[in-house]
């Protein structure tokens, strides 16, 4: 086992009282009430998820697949739901986003357990297919992924915005704010009818997508939590997941930082060609 000091590791720090085992059950017992609403108040946001209205989509997008092109359509698989993930992997860049690939890290194994609840899940990025099917490599996931180099899908719903937009805020989440990359994140989902017509049923971002993460749900339960408290950007203490070592240290006053991009120097610039 490794000897590591906690302070590259974590940065809260637990203050917690100790009592006695009837002082405890009582707490936890009034804490279980404020689960169960919980519970019944997301059973309900989801029921009014479902109710929300759709819109049509106009254009049956093109994308380049592992096997060649393949249409919005073509990615149902054959069902009537399709889940879609934007991965933040960019036209230039070296590898995925560390955050995205946290995500993605969950994603092969309920892909057999959404299939036999007639949804289909895809992940779409801009990089060229050859540098995505690299990267998967990689990391040995096997989730179906293809490339919107040659459309503007990924821009369309929200998640890929022009270098020069970035000096400013952007249109993301549903509203304006400044954002590091010309990537971003989000889960959108679609419905095709058996006439072959595709609706958009929803698309979320930012820390929607936390019901993505198994990691994050059992880190909520742990003493420290996800331990994110103090930390410049939030998910700073990510690695790809071949990338954790023994010199492993969180830097609390880390910023997000975008992928390097082909071609670039260590200080981000591009070289010259």
């Known amino acids: 086992m490794h000897n590591r000091k906690d302070k590259s590791m974590t940065a809260t720090q637990t203050s917690n009282k100790v009592v006695s085992r009837n002082e405890w059950l009582k707490a936890r017992m009034a804490h279980l009430e404020a689960e169960k609403e919980l519970t019944r108040r997301r059973d309900e946001l989801c029921r009014q998820r479902r109710e929300l209205p759709w819109e049509k989509v106009p254009e049956n997008y093109v994308f380049q697949g592992p096997n060649g092109p393949e249409s919005l359509g073509d990615l149902f698989a054959g069902r009537s739901q399709l889940m879609i993930y934007h991965?933040?992997?960019g036209?230039?860049?070296e590898e995925g986003c560390k955050s995205c690939s946290f995500l993605a890290d969950h994603f092969d194994a309920t892909q057999i357990h959404l299939a036999h609840r007639d949804v289909t899940f895809a992940a779409i990025s801009r990089a060229p297919m050859p540098r995505i099917q690299a990267?998967?490599?990689r990391m040995g996931?096997?989730?179906h992924w293809v490339s919107a180099f040659a459309n503007t899908f990924n821009r369309d719903f929200g998640v890929q915005f022009k270098k020069e937009e970035l000096a400013d805020e952007v249109n993301y989440n549903y509203g304006r704010r400044r954002f590091g990359a010309e990537e971003a994140p989000g889960l959108s989902v679609f419905y095709k009818n058996p006439a072959g017509d595709?609706?958009?049923?929803y698309s979320t971002y930012g820390r929607g997508l936390d019901s993505l993460v198994g990691t994050y749900q059992f880190l909520d339960l742990a003493p420290k939590g996800r331990d994110e408290d103090g930390l410049a950007f939030s998910m700073s203490w990510v690695r790809h997941h071949?990338?954790?070592?023994?010199?492993?240290?969180v830097d609390p006053a880390a910023d997000y930082q975008k992928p390097r991009e082909i071609g670039a120097c260590?200080?981000?610039?591009a070289r010259d060609r």
């Open 87 to 89: 991965f933040m992997l």
């Open 91 to 93: 036209p230039d860049w």
């Open 135 to 137: 990267f998967q490599k």
């Open 141 to 143: 996931w096997a989730f």
């Open 198 to 201: 595709i609706f958009h049923t």
């Open 242 to 249: 071949d990338r954790y070592g023994d010199d492993y240290v």
């Open 266 to 269: 260590c200080n981000g610039e």
